[in-house]
């Protein structure tokens, strides 16, 4: 089964922004919502954000609101998390998930409801 692929992770400064993308694929995922969850050392993994499957929806967790922008190009299938100002608490591994049978996003992040997941991608907040 191919996983999504995440990207664009690494090294930023307290204050900095990076681009994180999600590769779906298998285009017939392009009608599932997409989630962003990220995962620190020591703690659960946490939802972030979602987008629904046509752009229509986005949700953000309390912690990046404000801040987290997500986004997608169904015809590129990929999926992308623009972070800005961000801080040393958002340093975790994100990862981008879907549920198979969801192409709205859930009013609740419930990891457990997830089956499909990319391998993560690296983000560091330090100065």
């Known amino acids: 089964q191919a996983q999504f692929v995440e990207s664009g992770g690494g090294l930023v400064q307290p204050g900095g922004s990076l681009r994180l993308s999600c590769v779906i694929p298998?285009?017939?995922?392009?009608?599932?919502?997409i989630s962003w969850f990220r995962q620190a050392p020591g703690k659960e993994r946490e939802g972030v954000s979602c987008i629904s499957s046509r752009n229509s929806n986005a949700y953000y967790a309390d912690s990046v609101k404000g801040r987290f922008t997500v986004s997608r190009e169904n015809t590129n299938n990929m999926v992308y998390l623009q972070m800005n100002n961000l801080k040393p608490e958002d340093a975790a591994v994100y990862f981008c998930a879907a549920n198979t049978l969801r192409s709205q996003c859930p009013s609740k992040f419930v990891k457990t409801e997830y089956d499909y997941w990319g391998q993560g991608t690296q983000v560091t907040v330090s100065s």
């Open positions: 298998d285009s017939t995922l392009r009608y599932l919502a």
